[in-house]
């Protein structure tokens, strides 16, 4: 257990375990600057990646600046735990707000009802008691399936098949519509037929 006031071996980053003397305080930073951060991300009109890139940076330089050695042993500042905290719950509010967006899903969202809905539970969450909950995502409702809107099929061309009649399922043969048929017309009876000697005869001006 540390007393808060000794450099401590390992840095913390996370939920301060039960019986930490900076775990509620550390736990109020986290909200407090995850509050802080969604209310900022309020003000986007899309995820800025380079601004959650410097945050996640600050995190690092944080961890950089909080060790300490002693006696050639790394330690790690006492309280650095309040900052370290801190410093999550922005992070942890801007990526969450960069996830959600980065689903599929988003593109059929309205972002400013989203965002509005998801910044009221942030504050109800900021405000209850400690209790150490993780808080509400942006896209923690989005699991909801969207059905899908069924599309008419496109009528299939029609046979001359007799319904019932499954008698080409017994030969093999699949019968062919009348509009594919090849067959050839009946001659017209309008024009007489003629052998060749009789066109001769009476064509003897064509050749």
Request: contains cysteine; proline residues 10%.
């Amino acid at each position: 257990m540390s007393n808060a006031t000794e450099p401590v071996p390992c840095y913390s980053d996370s939920i301060l375990p039960a019986g930490h003397p900076l775990r509620d305080e550390a736990e109020r930073a986290y909200r407090e600057a995850f509050l802080a951060g969604a209310r900022e991300a309020m003000q986007w009109m899309h995820p800025e990646i380079e601004v959650i890139e410097f945050v996640e940076e600050q995190r690092q330089v944080a961890r950089e600046n909080a060790r300490i050695e002693r006696d050639g042993v790394e330690w790690h500042m006492p309280g650095h735990e309040v900052l370290a905290a801190q410093l999550r719950g922005r992070h942890h509010a801007l990526s969450f707000v960069e996830q959600a967006w980065s689903r599929p899903e988003a593109e059929r969202r309205n972002f400013t009802v989203e965002m509005d809905h998801w910044l009221t539970l942030v504050e109800r969450w900021a405000a209850k008691p400690i209790d150490f909950s993780e808080p509400p995502r942006p896209d923690d409702d989005w699991d909801a399936k969207v059905k899908s809107v069924a599309r008419p099929r496109p009528a299939k061309p029609s046979t001359t098949t007799t319904p019932g009649n499954l008698e080409w399922l017994r030969t093999g043969t699949k019968p062919v519509p009348a509009s594919a048929r090849s067959e050839p017309e009946e001659p017209s009876d309008i024009l007489p037929r003629l052998t060749l000697a009789q066109r001769v005869a009476a064509y003897p001006h064509l050749r």
